[in-house]
């Protein structure tokens, strides 16, 4: 099993949603969070003064998918979260070593 994190625009969520449901994802997690990378941050006015955005606003998605439908689910979130420019965001996986649903006590596959 792995955990996917997906850091995307907001104004994306929608649309990956659907498609990572049209794949087979069943569950997912989402926080709004806020972050720069190589897009920096920017200026604003505000009542004629200007100031620094130094952190945009992104959705941070946490999926666990099995072995298997992750290629699809990378696939998936790059083909509806991709913009083309900068500030698209990253995604990261990472090895999951076990999964326990607490209501039933299932493990590993079939508590996803």
Known sequence: MKKIEAI?????????KEALAAVGVQGMT??????????????ELYRGAEYAVDFNPKVKMEIIVDDELVPKVIETILSS?????????KIFILPIEEVVRIRTGEKGKDAI
């Open 8 to 16: 995307i625009k907001p104004f994306k969520l929608d649309e990956v």
């Open 30 to 43: 989402l926080t709004e969070v806020k972050g720069f990378g190589r897009q920096k941050g920017h200026s």
């Open 81 to 89: 979260a991709k913009t083309g420019k900068i500030g698209d965001g």
